[in-house]
């Protein structure tokens, strides 16, 4: 099993910028999946961006161009730089770790949330 821990979330106006970051502890896999997803209430949990152990990335259309995901491999942490926050981006952000490719993955673990709010 894999524990992540979450931090950075806050409250910021529309425009600004935040950083989340996601440390991973436990059992470690060569192969793997990180990323982030987001909940807003009343909606389903999706996608925001991920990360593969090789380096390849993939975001959700509504953040291309907006966040950015990356990784510090000597820390097992995954960051997720979001400038430019719109009102819509207001969400609890999940921190996902999974084995397998980001065509596929299995295995999954979460962290515990982080809520972002950002005002108009």
């Known amino acids: 099993q894999v524990q992540l821990v979450e931090s950075g979330g806050g409250l910021v106006q529309a425009g600004g910028s935040l950083r989340l970051s996601c440390a991973a502890s436990g059992r470690t896999f060569s192969i793997y999946v990180m990323g982030w997803y987001r909940q807003a209430p009343g909606k389903q949990r999706e996608l925001v961006a991920r990360?593969?152990?090789?380096?390849?990335?993939n975001y959700a259309d509504s953040v291309k161009g907006r966040f950015t995901i990356s990784r510090d491999n000597a820390k097992n942490t995954v960051y997720l730089q979001m400038n430019s926050l719109k009102p819509e981006d207001t969400a609890v952000y999940y921190c996902n770790h999974a084995r397998g490719y980001i065509g596929g993955t299995y295995d999954n673990s979460w962290g515990q949330g982080t809520q972002v709010t950002v005002s108009s």
């Open positions: 990360i593969s152990s090789g380096g390849s990335t």
